[in-house]
């Protein structure tokens, strides 16, 4: 196993550099006590919105600045307590920069309300006679959209004001998930013990050894097993939640209310789960395959992620963002040479493993920032993917960035994942033509399957999922533990086709073990569109279309300028057909034809 290391053991340019965003942590309090003082004058535009396009541009412009300011004070504060979550003072910092959020939310609540009184319509003409105004416009046409959901100022201050108490699902689920959930040691067929916890889990049930996945996997299912009761009362309040707000803002379903925030009809929503089942026969297949290449006669849930091969490439750092950067190659030298730059000389990635570090991946930074990435490397195949994967959530916010006024520098989840997985779709059909080893094969094959098995199977099964037990509390029937593992169990049950053995109760037990995913309302199916898109872009570009590629980067640098659909559109898929994820699940019929034929060699 690689050494841990502490953060004065890593060379800098390996580590993040915050100092582009201030030059230390007295120029950082300085500028938070700064933003505090303006804060404090926004009062004087309070009520006084509708008396001019020129008062409303005032506010706008000033509003966007203090946003603009806001995100500089958080990315340097909670990028210094990610790398290190043992440092106290950064944790304060971090702390003061989302105290200052809710200072700033509250002093502007007040905006929303005044121009949707002012109306949609007067203010899309304030836009044409006011050419501060002019970028506003989609934006107004988004309140348009939103107004037939809003309420009167009482009933919306009495929705916000019970925000925190709806989430008392979710926070009682995650206590008592990650605090006082307790494990039996897992046990290897040496007779060695593991712990067993929920940081430990993924490595143990991906392990080599399958007797130690299925200790740890028994492990981990008993535990959930003996709370079942406690976090089914939880999710059945959750889905309750949803409800509740979807009649409050005159929605006629969890569904519309949900996927209402990024202007996405439900018909999309049900084109991805309809494809999803008409594919199964796809996901049986890859079953039986994956029995024949470990060498089982019967092929259990703890089997799913198991490694292919034991010999695993190593690729060091430098090796793997050379690679990257051949794989982004098709899209043009600017992007390649920015990305590159980030990547070895700006200090975009804090690259290893140290002690304190936040576990995982994610892609940070704001209007005013470069692209930060964390991660930890580990010098593999996996890692390379992760990579490029949040290198891909980078260069489209640096693009966005350079490209839109900071009223538009955001975008939704279902426009986010594709960009991330269009570079990991690029890089992994580049080495695919360029590694023929049967172990980087193997190797890539196995990443890419494993991205494939959370998106295209748990995932879209717990849409079907999530989508059954919220029209059963719309019909007025109960949930409870058990319906929801039988409900569950069956929709597995669909998604293996006899080809995996699978315990009923421990298996429709599963919802359980998601403790914040299940709570955001109808978000998971957006890894399974946002992988397709991914998927129809990438086969556009690579193979060469005339304005593929300028399609694309305009698709990255349009921000939230443009409805999420109709951006993903303009650069060449229509997420309002099954096309796009029928595409994917024929590349993932193509990844089980590589896996059979090198099997068969």
């Known amino acids: 196993m690689q050494q841990v290391l502490t953060r004065d053991q890593v060379a800098p340019r390996f580590k993040w550099d915050l100092t582009h965003i201030f030059p230390s942590d007295e120029a950082w309090l300085a500028e938070l006590q700064a933003l505090r003082a303006d804060i404090a004058t926004i009062e004087r535009y309070r009520g006084r919105l509708a008396e001019s396009p020129a008062v409303t541009a005032d506010w706008l412009e000033f509003s966007e600045q203090l946003g603009k300011r806001l995100g500089m004070v958080y990315v340097y504060a909670s990028s210094q307590y990610a790398v290190d979550t043992s440092d106290q003072a950064a944790a304060a910092r971090e702390s003061m920069a989302i105290g200052l959020h809710a200072e700033l939310t509250a002093a502007a609540s007040f905006a929303e309300p005044e121009l949707l009184a002012i109306g949609p319509d007067t203010l899309q003409s304030w836009a044409e006679q006011e050419p501060r105004l002019a970028r506003f416009a989609h934006r107004f046409d988004e309140l348009a959209r939103q107004a037939p959901h809003i309420r009167s100022a009482e009933v919306e201050e009495v929705l916000g ?85 979807a009649r409050a803002r005159r929605f006629d379903s969890s569904l519309a209310a949900a996927l209402a925030a990024n202007y996405i009809p439900t018909e999309v929503y049900h084109n991805v789960l309809g494809t999803f089942v008409r594919n199964l026969p796809v996901l049986h297949r890859y079953w039986r395959v994956r029995r024949q290449a470990m060498g089982l006669d019967e092929l259990h849930w703890y089997d799913l992620r198991a490694p292919l091969t034991q010999s695993k490439p190593l690729v060091p750092y430098e090796q793997a963002v050379k690679w990257i950067c051949a794989g982004l190659a098709p899209l043009g030298k600017e992007y390649v040479d920015t990305a590159r730059d980030g990547l070895l000389h700006q200090n975009w990635v804090d690259v290893y493993p ?9 892609s940070s930074g704001a209007p005013g920032t470069h692209p930060l990435i964390l991660m930890s490397y580990t010098d593999d195949i996996e890692s390379l993917s992760t990579l490029a994967h949040e290198l891909g959530h980078s260069m489209h916010s640096y693009l966005t960035w350079q490209t ?34 049967r172990d980087y094969q193997l190797g890539l094959l196995e990443e890419a399957l494993s991205n494939y098995y959370r998106y295209f199977f748990l995932m879209p099964t717990l849409a079907r999922f999530e989508l059954e037990t919220h029209t059963r509390i719309e019909r007025g029937d109960a949930l409870s533990a058990d319906t929801m593992n039988a409900v569950l169990a069956d929709l597995f049950g669909e998604a293996f086709g006899g080809e995996v053995v699978f315990e009923r109760e421990r298996v429709g037990r599963t919802w359980a073990e998601f403790s914040t995913h299940l709570y955001a309302g109808f978000y998971v199916y957006q890894y399974m569109t946002g992988i397709s898109a991914a998927r129809a872009l990438c086969n556009r570009i690579v193979a060469g279309e005339a304005g593929a590629v300028d399609a694309y980067l305009g698709f990255l640098r349009s921000g939230s300028s443009v409805y999420p659909l109709d951006a993903l559109a303009k650069a060449g898929v229509d997420m309002s057909t099954p096309q796009p994820i029928q595409e994917a699940f024929d590349y993932l019929n193509s990844l089980i034809d590589r896996l059979e034929a090198l099997l068969a060699s």
């Not at 006024?405 to 059909?429: G, H, K, L």
Request: hydrophobic residues 40%; charged residues 15%; contains cysteine.
């Open 161 to 245: 004001q019970s925000l925190d108490v709806l989430q008392s699902g979710s926070n009682i689920h995650s206590v008592l998930a990650n605090a006082d959930l307790t494990f039996a040691p897992a046990v290897s067929s040496t007779g060695q013990e593991f712990e067993v916890t929920q940081g430990t889990y993924d490595a143990l049930v991906t392990a080599p050894d399958r007797i130690t996945r299925r200790s740890a996997y028994l492990s981990y299912t008993n535990a959930h097993a003996a709370h079942e009761n406690t976090m089914a009362a939880c999710m059945a309040f959750g889905v309750k939640r949803d409800w509740f707000l």
């Open 354 to 362: 140290t002690r304190g570090k936040t576990a995982g991946a994610f």
């Open 404 to 437: 839109q006024p900071i009223v538009y520098c955001d975008y939704s989840i279902f426009v986010a994942e594709v960009a991330s997985n269009v570079n990991q779709a690029m890089v992994r059909d580049y080495l695919f033509q360029t590694l023929p080893s």
